[in-house]
T-cell receptor, first 109, second 114 residues
Framework: ELKVEQNPLFLSMQEGKNYTIYCNYS?????LYWYRQDPGKSLESLFV?????AVKQEGRLMASLDTKARLSTLHITAAVHDLSATYFC?????????FGKGTHLIIQP | EPEVTQTPSHQVTQMGQEVILRCVPI?????FYWYRQILGQKVEFLVS????????KSEIFDDQFSVERPDGSNFTLKIRSTKLEDSAMYFC????????????FGEGSRLTVL
């Protein structure tokens, strides 16, 4: 059974700081997704990582994938309040995605 | 920009009633999915659908659930006899080619079972 674990599950940080969210998964996969969810809203696709060593950046967010270690990271640089949300990683499981529990991120001024 | 649309946005129903949630995937997409999210919890895979048949389903997707693509544009999730624990947000998603691309999610349908 594929397990996807994120940590931390809850993170409160100050604006301007850097931090990394980790996503570990238990079985081989070469595709990993990061999504953002605002309260009561749908899932917004942030990154699709398709191969070992993939790195993608969008604004203050950067995601990477190490398929050998079964690890993906989502790095936040110089956080701003607008990035407050819940971030999910999701790993391919046959045709469907298995999601982590999510990291609830609060960025305080 | 094309998007996945879902209706209704919120439905309240009595336990034991049948519910149909509707989705219009992005028009050139070939793969369709339903996911659910119980309040405050993670998103869980229910079912995937390709070429007019279910390609995979999770253990959550029991005999009370069914999916259909009745007319080439809509993709529906039916819950035959709702239970309290079916209360959740149900997300529809679609993809053109999941092997190399994104899954696009709809805004969700919130189901409340009383």
């Amino acid at each position: 059974e594929l397990k996807v674990e994120q940590n931390p599950l809850f993170l409160s940080m100050q604006e301007g700081k850097n931090y990394t969210i980790y996503c570990n998964y238990s079985t081989t996969s070469d595709r990993l997704y990061w999504y953002r969810q605002d309260p009561g809203k749908s899932l917004e696709s942030l990154f699709v990582l398709l191969s070992n060593g993939a790195v993608k950046q969008e604004g203050r967010l950067m995601a990477s994938l190490d398929t050998k270690a079964r690890l993906s990271t989502l790095h936040i640089t110089a956080a701003v309040h607008d990035l407050s949300a819940t971030y999910f990683c999701a790993v391919v499981r046959a045709d469907g995605l298995t999601f982590g529990k999510g990291t609830h991120l609060i960025i305080q001024p | 920009e094309p998007e996945v649309t879902q209706t209704p946005s919120h439905q309240v129903t009595q336990m034991g009633q049948e519910v149909i949630l509707r989705c219009v995937p992005i028009s050139n997409h070939l793969y369709f999915y339903w996911y659910r999210q119980i309040l405050g919890q993670k998103v869980e895979f229910l079912v995937s659908f390709y070429n007019n048949e279910i390609s995979e389903k999770s253990e959550i997707f029991d005999d009370q659930f069914s999916v259909e693509r009745p007319d080439g544009s809509n993709f529906t999730l039916k819950i035959r006899s709702t239970k309290l624990e079916d209360s959740a947000m149900y997300f529809c998603a679609s993809s053109f080619r999941p092997q190399s691309g994104e899954l696009f999610f709809g805004e969700g349908s919130r189901l409340t079972v009383l």
